[in-house]
């Protein structure tokens, strides 16, 4: 990628339109909450207002919510037009990567999911989506085997690996273009491994992808 690609793509988070989320893309997340491994992939979106950039201040706990769980992804920033894109072809379509925390309302969910409502509540709030700096194909050489690591005032939560998937990022890139386009900017969310669990106002977060790069969070509630 030339040199003025990456500090273009470096902005993804002011730039991008879509953020395309997968649920339970790791067997041991979705024992962890009791749900039945998928047998394609579970799709929600997130939206940009939810971004929170390291530095720009704390996680914000949702107003009402009592259970606010971290949830560690490898995140994949889109380079051009997925349209249709064949699983061979996917590679060339990526601009390169961001580490993540889906930060997710447990409760909302919980509470939406035996309604059969939709888990918006739960996952779309301000802040919802704290994320590292652009990583380029270059410094990610293989994102499919790649470890993601997540602590709470520096106690291991979640210790996983993207080899853990369900769904690898070429079949869940390819699989999301045969039903709508993903633009350059856009960042597809490709699961969290096992571990998730509650922070609280006054916590820190870290989390880092492998030795390429680590990021820190703290946990404020929302006024």
Same mark, same amino acid.
């Given at each position: ?14 730039? *991008? ?5 997968? #649920?339970?893309?790791?067997?041991? %997340?979705?024992? /962890? +909450? =009791? ?21 720009? *201040? ?5 107003? #009402?919510?009592?259970?606010?769980? %971290?949830?560690? /992804? +490898? =995140? ?39 309604? =059969? ?107």
């Amino acid at each position: 990628m030339a040199a003025a690609q990456a500090q273009n793509f470096a902005r993804f988070v002011q730039w *991008g339109r879509n953020v395309v989320a997968v #649920g339970r893309n790791y067997k041991d %997340h979705c024992a /962890e +909450l =009791g749900n039945a491994v998928p047998t394609k992939p579970l799709l929600f979106m997130k939206p940009p207002s939810s971004y929170l950039e390291e530095g720009a *201040g704390p996680i914000l706990l949702p107003r #009402g919510c009592t259970n606010c769980h %971290h949830e560690v /992804e +490898l =995140g994949v920033v889109i380079g051009s037009v997925c349209r249709d894109v064949e699983e061979k072809d996917v590679m060339s379509h990526i601009a390169g990567y961001a580490l993540a925390l889906d930060m997710t309302a447990r409760d909302f969910q919980e509470e939406a999911k035996k309604k =059969g409502n939709p888990w918006t509540m739960a996952k779309c709030f301000d802040t919802a989506l704290p994320v590292s700096k652009f990583l380029s194909k270059q410094e990610l050489v293989d994102p499919s085997n790649v470890n993601l690591w997540c602590k709470v005032n520096d106690e291991v939560r979640q210790n996983g690996t993207t080899s853990d998937m369900v769904f690898s990022i070429p079949y869940l890139i390819s699989y999301i273009s045969q039903y709508f386009t993903l633009n350059p900017g856009d960042l597809v969310l490709t699961g969290t491994p096992a571990g998730v669990g509650s922070v609280q106002p006054g916590d820190v977060i870290s989390a880092g992808l492998g030795d390429l790069l680590t990021m820190k969070f703290s946990v404020a509630q929302r006024k």
